[in-house]
């Protein structure tokens, strides 16, 4: 686990983050075990009582619970997993649209651009099979 | 708890503190930033009531300190204090000999954490094994507080990035820990309370995740701006 903070944003924000996308892209699966905090204040090199903090606002969004003095888990809501998802997709398609609109592209011009990436990285992929 | 309550200090007519106040609470690590030259050490040692201070008080856990309290706390120096012909294992001993407070069974973890051998001499070391063992020694007591005098000055990087681990590991458990530094860089994510001096006084007092939170900026931006104005 190694993930490149920034300085400005709070880091337990920028450690429910790191979760979000782990939950989004399978690496953390629903009802996964996690590491304690201490573990994980150890592992991302941050501040035990920071991990702390970002395992409370995990769990108050419901994203992991924890029962009594067993390690927490992943949540298997399948609502909220959903949600992770599409907080994820709509955030990297705002940063995208950001980027983008001031280019002057037209919308199917683009749509054929991702078309293209799109094919092209699931060959490079499955070129390594 | 320690709370410094207004500490002024002077050195014939050079005023080193002039009303310096803060808290550093248990299981927080507070960082005193500042230029050299501020009074970081200073107040350290004013907190371990190693020099008097002309004015202000200065209590641990909400007592003045006294014989109890005094065990509770301890002062890491930036330089070691132990003979450099002795080895690491007999530098060990001598603190296990002088202090009841020694705790061997971390001791022995911190000698494995920070891959060091006893039998070497401390003549023989880096300057970030030095560096490493003089944390050992003040690390391994059984103390609620930690005071630390520049404990990443002057050593690689390698040095520092396994010293900062040790801030993220249990060996620090929930004591309360207080750094000075003049180097923000490699502590940026560690430290919970940051307080800014210059020129004796402080300048600035903030929570890091909060100044993040709340204003969106890094402790460097908030150094930057109070330092350049």
């Known amino acids: 686990m190694n993930v490149n903070f920034n300085n400005r944003d709070p880091v337990y924000v920028q450690v429910v983050r790191h979760f979000k996308e782990q939950i989004a892209t399978g690496m953390l699966e629903p009802g996964q075990e996690i590491p304690s905090r201490r573990e994980l204040a150890n592992k991302l090199k941050i501040n035990p009582n920071t991990a702390q903090r970002a395992y409370k606002e995990m769990e108050e969004a419901g994203l992991i619970h924890t029962e009594r003095n067993l390690p927490s888990k992943i949540t298997r809501n399948e609502k909220t997993l959903g949600a992770v998802r599409e907080e994820l997709i709509a955030g990297a398609v705002d940063s995208f649209v950001a980027a983008i609109r001031p280019i002057n592209v037209s919308l199917d011009e683009i749509v054929g651009l991702i078309q293209d990436k799109y094919e092209m990285e699931s060959k490079e992929e499955g070129g390594y099979e | ?229």
Do not use: C
Request: proline share 2%; charged share 25%.
């Open chain 2, 1 to 229: 708890m320690i709370e410094v309550k207004n500490i002024s200090k002077k050195y014939g007519r050079k005023k080193v503190l002039n009303g310096v106040s803060f808290t550093a609470n248990k299981g927080e690590i507070t960082s005193l930033i500042g230029i050299n030259g501020v009074g970081k050490t200073t107040i350290l040692n004013a907190i371990m009531a190693l020099t008097p201070v002309n004015s202000g008080e200065i209590l641990i856990n909400n007592e003045k300190i006294n014989k109890a309290s005094y065990e509770k706390i301890t002062f890491i120096p930036d330089a070691i204090t132990m003979l450099p012909q002795m080895t690491i294992a007999e530098a060990m001993q001598f603190m296990q000999d002088f202090y009841e407070s020694w705790n061997q069974e971390r001791a022995t973890e911190l000698l494995g954490f920070f891959k060091l051998k006893g039998s070497d001499k401390i003549s023989s070391l880096s300057k970030g094994n030095t560096a490493k063992v003089n944390l050992l020694l003040g690390l391994a007591l059984d103390v609620d507080f930690l005071l630390m005098d520049e404990p990443f000055s002057g050593i690689d990087i390698f040095s520092r990035e396994q010293i900062a681990e040790v801030f993220t590991s249990h060996l620090i458990e929930d004591r309360g820990v207080i750094i000075t530094t003049h180097e923000i860089n490699d502590i940026e994510h560690l430290i919970d309370k940051v307080i800014l001096l210059d020129e004796g006084t402080v300048i600035k007092e903030f929570n890091t995740e909060e100044v993040r939170e709340n204003e969106g900026k890094s402790v460097i931006d908030v150094m930057r701006e109070v330092y350049r104005t």
